[in-house]
């Protein structure tokens, strides 16, 4: 018998439209995308990743948005709330066809509890960034920020490359997945503990972890025997964090580089106790969620604590984004903060360029789409030799996960010349059919987050949470297709505000306009939020390319 995702998600290919334009097609197959059994994590519970992040609220809300879109004219705009379609109004055909916004709750009351409460009533769902904004593209939507960190973290500590090094990490889901292949992209060994043997088998599957074992020896005995060769090589370790890392420590192995990607910032679905087998944790969650909550921050702690004793002995530590040092912090390991986070310690001068996680989505389901606008990159961008390594190396290693998708960080100025160049492709026939350009919320100017991508900003701005909002506003007003308003990505409830956009280049004149203006006030906000801190990369980069910051000093 087929499943209920089996039957319901259907992925849409081709030229013939579904819908009545294809705007309204775009969103239909992204939404479709997200939930293909080869891109979402969980496609029965509508989970597309990052612990409970889901793309609509019930099937119920599923079935009515894909009807909504099936009949929404080319002058409506959808609204959609947390993952449940609520009214479709007249707007304009510049207008966004779809509004979203995702678990935003009144600040004062905003945690996981309130969130819970809220999510059995059925009155929420838990967005994610890409999950409910319907532009995740599989693991390969971070494959890049994880190398561009990597690489950086490279070049800062060991010269050129991850050479000859071992990078210790947990967690091999959705994102976290992305881990060991960047690593090994970046010539480095890598260590990825999990706990569910399923997901070490998936990125095996997926080329994006070399092998498997359930034993921590044989784990460091190939790592190191790789480390002396210079091999670069990605190992899948079946095991729990918080018990594994305590036993690396007795053992006296510690590694070159560590982090950890574990679903740590939501206690309840996103982290395993320690010591606990997958079901008796699935049967303690259900039974006792408070109970489980305490075990699982303990936990966290214990985890955190051996990342601080592996720090001690030498490892480069950083946080990678999934809020495991506020946790262990509330738990009482006053010192939980004395590694960095990734983006003030990797990421955020390209930031103050601009620069993001720029991705795009062949909607014809034609790989050949997806390799010709790689072409247009090596041609277009051939001065930037970082970039077009990557899409070479992209291309050959990146297996496709439902749609064919590419990801590369563009910046100012870059992001609305390649958008206008996609759209004339489209228009002379060169693509078969329209492609769909997003991003990630973590991104220049999109996300409010103090333990992330806001945290320690040079002006004390980290909890300022304006920014998303304002870059929300000015996309839609640009004519974005869809445009979200999320709360809780990334780090959980209470610690980030993000917006999302998504703009479908369908090789029409209005297209080419909305292109121009949304692909441009989306990273320019990048720019004059980093400006507004008093980052001088920013202010170069507005002064250069003409950003218009009425108190912009000089
Ligand atoms: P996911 O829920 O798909 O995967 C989490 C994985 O961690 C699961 O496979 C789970 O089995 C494993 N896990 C849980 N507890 C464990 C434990 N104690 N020991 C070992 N493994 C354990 O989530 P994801 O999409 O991979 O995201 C992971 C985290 O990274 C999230 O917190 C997310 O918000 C964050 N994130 C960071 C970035 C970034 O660029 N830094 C981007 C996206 C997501």
Redesign the pocket.
């Known amino acids: 018998m087929k499943t209920v995702s089996e039957q319901k998600v259907i992925q849409y290919t081709g030229t013939k439209l579904n819908t009545k334009g294809w705007q309204q097609e775009a969103a239909l197959r992204m939404l479709m995308n997200n939930l293909d059994p080869d891109v979402a994590?969980r496609p029965e519970d509508l989970v597309v990743?990052?612990?409970i992040?889901k793309a609509a609220r019930n099937w119920e809300s599923f079935d009515a948005i894909v009807r909504s879109l099936k009949e929404l004219e080319n002058d409506e705009t959808l609204m959609v709330q947390s993952g449940k379609p609520v009214a479709i109004f007249k707007t304009h055909e510049n207008a966004p066809r779809v509004l979203i916004a995702n678990s935003n709750i009144v600040p004062a009351y905003a945690n996981w509890e309130t969130f819970h409460e809220l999510d059995k009533k059925g009155l929420m769902m838990y967005g994610?960034?890409t999950a409910g904004s319907w532009i995740y593209i599989g693991s390969q939507g971070?494959v890049q920020?994880?190398y561009e960190?990597f690489a950086e973290l490279a070049k800062q500590h060991f010269g050129e490359s991850l050479k000859g090094t071992i990078t210790l990490t947990?967690?091999?889901?959705?994102?976290?997945?992305a881990q060991p292949l960047a690593v090994t992209m970046a010539g480095g060994v890598c260590i990825g503990?999990?706990?569910?043997e399923t997901?070490i088998d998936r990125r095996i599957a997926t080329r994006y972890t070399d092998v498997k074992t359930d034993s921590l020896d044989e784990a460091i005995r190939m790592a190191e025997e790789a480390k002396q060769e210079g091999r670069a090589l990605s190992i899948g370790l079946l095991?729990?964090?918080?018990?594994?890392l305590p036993q690396m420590i007795q053992r006296g192995f510690t590694p070159d580089v560590l982090t950890d990607?574990?679903?740590?910032?939501?206690p309840l679905?996103?982290?395993?106790?320690?010591k606990m087998s997958?079901e008796d944790a699935a049967a303690l969650r259900e039974r006792d969620p408070s109970e489980y909550v305490k075990l699982s921050k303990a936990?966290m702690a214990q985890?955190v604590r051996s990342m601080l004793e592996m720090k001690e002995q030498g490892a480069i530590t950083f946080d990678?984004?999934?809020?495991i040092r506020q946790v262990a912090k509330d738990e009482g390991i006053e010192n939980a903060f004395d590694f960095p986070g990734?983006v003030p310690a990797y990421i955020r001068p390209q930031f103050c360029e601009g620069k993001g996680p720029f991705r795009w989505v062949a909607l014809s389901g034609d790989p050949e789409d997806i390799r010709k606008t790689d072409e247009v990159i090596l041609r277009e961008f051939s001065y930037n030799t970082h970039l077009c390594n990557w899409i070479k190396m992209a291309q050959e290693k990146i297996q496709f996960q439902g749609l064919p998708a590419r990801i590369c960080w563009l910046g100012y100025g870059e992001r609305a010349r390649f958008g206008k160049i996609i759209n004339d492709m489209v228009a002379s026939g060169e693509l078969s059919a329209p492609i769909v350009i997003g991003r990630?919320h973590?991104d220049s100017g999109s996300v409010a987050s103090p333990n992330?991508e806001t945290e320690s900003m040079k002006d004390g701005s980290d909890v300022v949470a304006d920014w998303p909002i304002l870059n929300a506003m000015v996309n839609a007003v640009g004519g974005a297709t869809w445009v979200s308003l999320h709360h809780g990505?990334?780090?959980?409830m209470g610690y980030s505000i993000h917006s999302g956009m998504v703009i479908v280049a369908d090789g029409t004149k209005d297209a080419e306009a909305r292109l121009e203006r949304v692909l441009t006030t989306d990273p320019g906000m990048g720019v004059a939020r980093h400006v507004d801190a008093g980052y001088d990369i920013a202010e170069k980069t507005a002064r250069e390319k003409g950003v218009n910051i009425p108190m912009m000093k000089g």
């Open positions: 994590e990743y990052g612990g992040g994610q960034m971070i920020g994880t960190t947990a967690g091999l889901g959705g994102m976290g997945g503990i999990e706990v569910d997901r095991g729990n964090a918080a018990d594994v990607q574990t679903s740590a910032h939501d679905n996103g982290y395993i106790p320690s997958l936990s985890h990678y984004g999934n809020n990734f990630d973590l992330r990505g990334g780090v959980g």
